[in-house]
């Protein structure tokens, strides 16, 4: 089911919105011909992928969640990233099966 909110076509007058420029941040922009509505269209999956790697990064580095969070409380870090919480790590099938036993020598033998 596709988003409505992200759709290419005008919000107030339901035409067909054309690309026109980007924004400073580097944004598509999109304009309606018709009525002349302005718009910048988000997209959830790209947000989600960079909340991700900025939780990623702090959970495996070295930075507290304020130094994270640009110098604010780490509050507003807290708020975006956690939904990556109740992700759940899966691995894949095991394809390949080594043919070596690993075996210690400290237990082969009596001391």
């Known amino acids: 089911m596709p988003n409505t909110n992200n759709s290419t076509l005008c919000l107030v007058c339901a035409s067909k919105l054309v690309k026109n ?7 598509q922009r999109w ?5 002349g509505a ?13 909340q991700l790697t900025e ?8 930075h507290s ?3 994270v969070d640009n110098g604010l409380t780490g509050r507003s870090f807290r708020n975006r990233t956690a939904w990556c919480w109740d992700i759940e790590p899966s691995l894949g099938p095991v394809t ?3 043919r070596q036993v690993l075996v210690d020598g ?3 033998g009596s001391w």
Not at 55 to 62: H, N, Y
């Open 21 to 27: 420029g980007k924004t400073a941040a580097g944004t």
């Open 31 to 35: 304009r309606c011909p018709d009525c």
């Open 38 to 50: 302005s718009s910048v269209r988000k997209r959830e999956d790209v947000t989600r992928r960079h």
């Open 55 to 62: 939780f990623l990064t702090w959970l495996v580095g070295k």
């Open 65 to 67: 969640q304020r130094e």
């Open 96 to 98: 390949t099966t080594h």
């Open 106 to 108: 400290i237990w082969i």
